[in-house]
């Protein structure tokens, strides 16, 4: 099960952090990911973290903005700290996992969260 948190309403240039945690299950080599979707948008990836040496990928969009990271102390949390908020950012936000390595194709993960939202006013 994956539970995001997070979300809310910001102006443009603002913050936001999101939370995900994961229980009921291990994935001892996994991807954990943030996807968004704006309405009558498709799916896009937003970041993605491999637990295998702990890499990260950003989309263009994102990059140097967003960092993801993950938090394994007790349960497993993905965190996704947003800077400089656009409206262009304004979407709902999923928090996904898969095992293995990591891929930018939503269909390839398993596991999904019901979605936080991000709303961004300029």
């Known amino acids: 099960q994956l539970v995001e948190s997070g979300g809310g309403s910001v102006q443009a240039g603002g913050s936001l952090r999101l939370s995900c945690v994961a229980s009921?299950?291990?994935?001892?080599?996994?991807?954990m990911a943030w996807f968004r979707q704006a309405p009558g948008k498709e799916r896009e990836g937003v970041a993605l973290?491999?637990?295998?040496?702990?890499?990260?990928?950003y989309s263009n969009s994102v990059q140097g903005r967003f960092t993801i990271s993950e938090d394994t102390a007790e349960n497993t949390v993905l965190y996704l700290e947003m800077n400089a908020l656009k409206p262009e950012d304004t979407a709902m936000y999923y928090c996904?996992?898969?095992?293995?390595?990591?891929?930018?194709?939503?269909?390839?993960?398993?596991?999904w969260g019901q979605g936080t939202q991000v709303t961004v006013s300029s």
């Open positions: 996904a996992a898969k095992t293995g390595v990591c891929w930018w194709n939503a269909e390839r993960f398993d596991y």
């Open positions: 009921g299950y291990t994935l001892s080599t996994r991807c």
């Open positions: 973290f491999e637990s295998e040496g702990h890499v990260t990928y």
